[in-house]
């Protein structure tokens, strides 16, 4: 198998979005620092109330897919066709925004830890003005994985082909063919991950400490870490152990024009996508 290796390392940036929320961007934080599908990743962890109590109120999107994951903390999710959902730890919503949709995310709690991550996945250009589509996806939903080298994966979207065979999470059949992965390594475990070729790769370290590949240097904590091409990573945990998210997705190879909330592939979408909006037909 042919291995692949930590490319380039894209440090979290302090960031606020919604009302207020602060959290802390990697992918996203600067022009650039996108890896195709993938536009934007945000870490939210606060225990303390004013970092979070103002929320996600109303706002639009359209053009791409958002990935809500909670770790601890609940939030509630209510969007223009009527749905709502109650994100709790461990649950994960899948939002297609697609040709738009008006929704708010708002904690549900006053006080206590508020964590998990955004991730935003591009939509191709054939299916950016598709009907949106929502889905609520409980804990007990997600299966996990023993690695074989340790530890546990929770398998959110894609598969992770194991020798013992495969074991498929809960969002499948995306044109961008995500794959979507927790992980929760002891210390000095030490995994191989088989991933798609032709997907872009990256993994992100949440807690403790990670060697990519046959890196000699950590991934920084709190930072997404590029992967080269290849068919399996392996991961090193370090002393105290790992949790990151591993992420691979087909690219699109598509044009990038985004204003706030909107992704499209010209700057004449992005400015009907306003228009839109203003006018009150984003969802129409």
């Known amino acids: 198998m042919s291995e692949r290796q930590l490319q380039r390392i894209i440090a979290s940036v302090a960031a606020s979005d919604g009302a207020g929320v602060k959290l802390r961007r990697s992918l996203g934080g600067q022009t650039g620092q996108r890896l195709d599908p993938f536009l934007m990743l945000d870490e939210f962890y606060s225990d303390d109330p004013n970092d979070y109590l103002a929320g996600f109120p109303s706002h639009p999107h359209r053009g791409f897919e958002t990935v809500t994951i909670m770790l601890d903390g609940h939030m509630q999710h209510r969007d223009h066709m ?23 995310e708002m904690p549900q709690q006053t006080d206590g830890r508020m964590r998990g991550f955004q991730l935003w996945i ?43 065979g495969a074991t498929d999470g ?8 995500p794959v979507l992965l927790d992980l929760d390594l002891p210390a000095a475990a030490e995994v191989r991950i088989p991933l798609p070729v032709e997907h872009t790769g990256f993994v992100y ?17 709190r930072a997404a870490g590029e992967l080269g091409r290849g068919d399996s990573v392996q991961l090193t945990a370090g002393e105290q152990g790992a949790r990151l998210l591993l992420l691979a997705a087909k690219p699109l190879h598509e044009p990038v024009v985004q204003y706030g909330p909107f992704v499209m592939n010209t700057r004449e979408e992005i400015e009907q996508a306003v228009n839109d909006y203003q006018r009150g037909m984003l969802t129409a």
């Open 82 to 104: 009527g749905n709502e959902g109650d994100l709790g730890p461990g649950d994960v919503q899948w939002m297609t925004a697609a040709r738009g949709i008006i929704h708010s």
């Open 122 to 164: 591009n939509l191709p250009a054939v299916e950016k003005m598709k009907p949106a589509a929502y889905r609520d996806i409980p804990a007990q939903a997600i299966p996990k994985a023993k690695l074989d080298g340790g530890g546990i994966a929770r398998v959110i979207a894609g598969s992770l082909i194991q020798d013992g």
């Open 170 to 177: 809960p969002v499948q059949g995306h044109s961008t063919e």
């Open 205 to 221: 370290l949440y807690e403790g400490d990670v060697l990519v590949g046959d890196a000699t240097q950590s991934l920084p904590r």
